[in-house]
Structure formats: structure tokens, C-alpha cells
């Protein structure tokens, strides 16, 4: 998608309710050679498990499921598409982009693609966890990852 | 009938938060001016500790605190020596977990339902764990109300303590529990009760509930912080073992560690208690017993038959407590998850509560996890209702995720 689409606040909000309703990458696996982090001692409602494989420095593949809000949704989806075939240092750089956006910090909406559609959760303080839930689980197994290597 | 608008006058919140729709009250309440005063009061003209200083101002706390006892023994009828004054009702079902526990033996079991708050769900689950009792739960209906049939179901002479929610907080229940105290003490159970929600909205009799303990937060009942009321037939509590030991619970001790304690209530009060705290929610006991228990009970029924009636012909909201009478109402909007209604509803200036409440094993009798709950108080108005229905009508998707742009 063209960056200048966006910039327009129709189609962040498109986004944003298409990851909710139909987010990617959406189906845990049984597969034991994936990390897996269980999201839910932070908040009240959400409650995600994020998977993913990482393997030779590269992310191979990320996966999630649970019960969550439109904001905890649609970020954790955005991020499986995002960070997805990156490698771990690229995928470092994504997340740390993203963390200083929520925060209302300087970003580059260039590598965050479609998850520039959060840029204004850092608006409502009481929704940032929903907003660095899935992301959060994914630094932590990459940080494991590392720490494996 | 309330001249609801002279009441609002008294609420400093309501004067200079004009645009906001309160229905939070469930979780705390707004404060009147004269509470505020209290606390105020005791920090500029009469500042001292309790029941240890030997000058006027400290006599007269000593006064206004123990004094405060007799209030709220008048609000609930009860003696003033059957009022501890506790942190909250979580401290005060903390206490009736810990000291009825130590009466309990291996294999008794306690009756709670799956409407309770946490507060009256956890203290349960680790004295049940440490000292091997069994959890039972009674059986409800899908609006959590116990009915006196299935009550007599769920009774048996293993139970040795029944507890439960006076109403409930999610659905606004109300239980029956005269009847229940009376068929759970002919097995000589103990019955403990969470008021929480019952306290600030409804005439509560504890002598005619005949119920063993009762505690109440005085923050729901326009009381300040750090408060909890809690009652106990004067026999049980100078039987029970209180929760925290320290200063002023003690009449005395000695090296070779025998402890005498002081009388209750005075035993349940370790260290220094809340003072303006207690004193200014003796101040809200006294406003809300000015108003009449009755008369906020009656307006706040009709009122929330206003709200439901509105809410009712919304086709996009569905209400998962229509039948009950009383309390909240507790609903969703289709498709739209509960914490992104509660964000669009907050960006109309209305304050709700999403999510579960605390409540976190109500969804086995509800079965959906999670809700949006609209709790009113006295001082909440028609107009309010009517702006909550409009936008209510407007939750949807699209609304929700809009807020952020």
C-alpha cells in the first residue's frame, strides 16, 4: 500500500477494524519447536498466546489466538505480517520503532507499514497495553532467542 | 420523592464536572461536601492518632472515631460494639475467611455462587487450599439469583459457612438472605455477607437477617477511601482471631510472648486506623440516612426502569439483565468488544465499567466474559439516562475504532 494512503485517518480505521475482524495469522500451532507466550497476567480482559519460530537470526513464522479488543487484535495481526520473514535485528528495529510511537515518542512510519494505524492510541493512556500486548510477546521471545544463541 | 437537583448542589464533582454522565457507581462514588469537609476538617483544625494521646484534640478524635461506631451501628441496627472499622470490605471478607478458617476443620465445606466478587471468591479458595476444605457453589439463575428452593439444595450439614453477595455486582442479584441465614443456621452454618452493593442503595437490617458477619465499603456510599465497615454479632467477634496484630489491638503483652488482646471490636483495628477516613464516611452514613434508605432505593429503581426501557428498544445493545429489578444494567453492544464500547462511551463524557467485573467466574452462569456495566446512584437523572441511550444507540465497530482518529 502506497504510504500516502497512510496518512488518511478513513483508511487506518479501515485497517484497524479489518485486523479485528478478520486478523492474520490467527491459528496456534501444536508444533513444539515454536516459543510460545501466554499474555494475560498484565490486564483485566485480554488474554493472548503469541507463537512463533525463530530460527538462523530469522523469524520463520508467527502465529496468535485469544480473547482481546479491537486494539490488542489489530496490533498483534499487524505485527504477525510485519515482523514475519524478518530477520532479528530488522525485527528489533520494527518493534523499537513502534514502542517509541505508542509512547509519542519519533518513529519512522516507513517500517511500521500498516501499524501506523496505532499511532494515536497513545491518546488514551488506559489502552497502550492493548496496543504493545502482542508486541510485548514477541520482544520477549526474540530477546529468548538470543539469549539461546 | 428526591429534589435530585438540590442533591447534586452537594456533590463538588457533579458542579464542576457538568458534561459528565457518572454510572460508575458500582465501583466507587462521587463524595458530598460535607464528607470532604470531614476529611479536610481533621487535617487543618483537629489533627492527632486514636486511643493514645492524653490531650483535647486527641480525646476529641477519640470521640469522633468511636463515636462513628454508633452511626453506623444505627444505619444497619446493630449495637456500636458489633462495628470494626477495617480498610475495606475486601479486608473485611479477608477477616471472615481468616477467623471463621481457624474454627473450620479438614473437609468442611463453604457455599459461595459463581456471581461472587474476588473478594468473596479468593480469601475462600486459599483457606480451602490450605486447610483442605471443599467449595461448593449454589446454584443460580442466568441473572445470578439464588431462589430459597435452590438454596435448600445446596445446604447440608458439611457446610459450615455459607457466603455470599447481599446483591451482586455485575448483575445487581438481589438474594434472599434472611431466608438463607435462617436455613443455613438451622445446620449451624455461619453466614457471611458482602454489602457492597446493597449498603449504599437499600435499607440493610442486619438483626433481621439474623446474619453472622457483613461487611460494607464505605467509599460506594459517598464515604471516602480506605474504609471498610464490618459487622459481627457481638459473640462471634470476641471469638474470632483478628487478621493483623500490632498497636492499639493489644491490652497487653510480655516477653515470654503471652498476648492479652483488647475486647472487639477494637481487636480488628492493628495499628493506626483510617481516622478522617472513618470519621468522614460516618458523615456519608448520616447524609444518606438524611436522604432516606428507602427513598434512594425507590428512585433508583425507577430510574434504572427509565435507563432499561431505553436501553431495551436499542437493537444493537442486548441487556443480560433485564429481569432483575435493581442494581446495574449490565449489557453489550453486538459485535463490538466491551472495553472498546466502554472507550466510545468515554469519549462522550460517560463513565462505565467494561470488562468482568472483578467477577471472574460469573461467565459460567452468564456465559459471555465480559460486559459493560451502567451503575446509577441518587444522584444520577433522567436527562443522564437519555444521553447514556443515545449513545448507546451509536456503539458500534466503526464508532469504536473511530475514537482514535
Request: aromatic share 8%.
Amino acid at each position: 500500500m502506497a504510504n500516502s494512503l497512510l496518512n488518511d485517518p478513513e483508511i487506518l480505521r479501515e485497517l484497524i477494524m479489518d485486523h479485528y475482524q478478520y486478523p492474520h495469522n490467527h491459528q496456534l500451532t501444536e508444533d513444539k519447536s515454536y516459543a510460545s507466550v501466554h499474555m494475560a497476567s498484565d490486564s483485566c480482559i485480554d488474554d493472548i498466546t503469541v507463537q512463533s519460530l525463530i530460527r538462523d537470526g530469522k523469524i520463520q513464522d508467527i502465529r496468535f489466538d485469544g480473547v482481546a479488543c479491537t486494539i490488542s487484535t489489530a496490533s498483534t495481526s499487524m505485527m504477525t505480517d510485519l515482523l514475519k520473514g524478518k530477520s532479528v535485528e530488522e525485527a528489533n528495529g520494527i518493534i523499537d520503532n513502534y514502542f517509541s510511537m505508542i509512547d509519542a515518542g519519533e518513529y519512522d512510519p516507513d517500517v511500521l507499514e500498516e501499524a501506523v494505524a496505532m499511532k494515536n492510541v497513545y491518546k488514551q493512556a488506559n489502552r497502550i497495553k492493548c496496543a504493545t500486548i502482542g508486541w510485548k510477546a514477541m520482544r520477549q521471545m526474540i530477546d529468548e532467542s538470543e539469549k539461546e544463541s | 420523592m428526591l429534589d435530585v437537583e438540590k442533591l447534586r448542589q452537594d456533590f463538588p464533582m457533579l458542579v464542576n464536572q457538568p458534561d459528565l454522565i457518572y454510572f460508575d457507581n458500582g465501583a466507587t462514588t462521587l463524595k458530598p461536601k460535607c464528607v470532604i469537609d470531614a476529611v479536610t476538617d481533621f487535617y487543618t483544625s483537629h489533627t492527632s492518632n486514636v486511643h493514645r494521646g492524653d490531650y483535647a484534640i486527641a480525646a476529641t478524635n477519640d470521640r469522633l472515631y468511636d463515636g462513628t461506631r454508633k452511626i453506623f451501628a444505627k444505619l444497619i441496627n446493630c449495637e456500636p460494639n458489633e462495628i470494626a472499622f477495617l480498610h475495606n470490605v475486601t479486608a473485611c471478607l479477608n477477616q471472615a475467611a481468616y477467623g471463621l478458617g481457624k474454627m473450620l476443620k479438614e473437609g468442611d465445606t463453604v457455599l459461595l455462587t459463581k456471581a461472587e466478587h474476588a473478594s468473596n471468591l479468593l480469601p475462600w479458595f486459599e483457606l480451602a487450599k490450605e486447610k483442605n476444605l471443599k467449595i461448593e457453589y449454589i446454584e443460580t439463575d442466568r441473572q445470578a439469583n439464588i431462589s430459597v428452593e435452590s438454596f435448600r439444595r445446596a445446604m447440608h450439614e458439611g457446610v459450615k459457612v455459607v457466603s455470599i453477595a447481599h446483591v451482586t455486582n455485575v448483575l445487581g442479584s438481589i438474594q434472599p438472605v434472611k431466608e438463607i441465614t435462617e436455613i443455613a443456621h438451622s445446620y449451624g452454618a455461619y453466614v457471611v455477607i458482602d454489602g457492597a452493593q446493597s449498603v449504599p442503595h437499600m435499607k440493610v437490617d442486619v438483626k433481621d437477617i439474623g446474619c453472622d458477619l457483613y461487611g460494607f465499603s464505605a467509599h460506594k456510599m459517598c464515604g471516602p477511601g480506605g474504609v471498610g465497615i464490618l459487622y459481627g454479632k457481638h459473640e462471634l467477634l470476641e471469638k474470632m482471631e483478628p487478621l493483623y496484630r500490632g498497636g492499639d489491638m493489644n491490652a497487653r503483652f510480655s516477653s515470654d510472648q503471652t498476648v492479652l488482646l483488647k475486647n472487639a471490636p477494637v481487636r480488628f483495628e492493628a495499628g493506626t486506623p483510617d481516622i478522617e477516613g472513618v470519621i468522614a464516611a460516618g458523615k456519608a452514613a448520616e447524609y444518606l440516612m438524611e436522604i432516606g434508605l428507602d427513598e434512594i432505593h425507590e428512585y433508583e429503581k425507577e430510574l434504572r426502569a427509565y435507563l432499561l426501557e431505553g436501553m431495551q428498544k436499542l437493537d444493537n445493545i442486548e441487556i443480560l439483565n433485564p429481569d432483575n429489578e435493581y442494581g446495574p444494567v449490565a449489557f453489550n453492544a453486538k459485535g463490538v468488544f466491551a472495553q472498546d464500547a466502554a472507550g466510545y462511551l468515554a469519549s462522550k463524557n460517560i463513565a462505565v465499567r467494561s470488562g468482568n467485573h472483578c467477577a471472574k467466574i460469573l461467565h459460567e452462569i452468564i456465559g459471555t466474559d465480559q460486559s459493560i456495566r451502567a451503575s446509577l446512584y441518587f444522584y444520577n437523572t433522567k436527562e443522564e439516562a437519555d444521553r447514556f441511550v443515545q449513545a448507546a444507540s451509536e456503539i458500534s465497530l466503526e464508532n469504536a475504532v473511530g475514537i482514535f482518529f
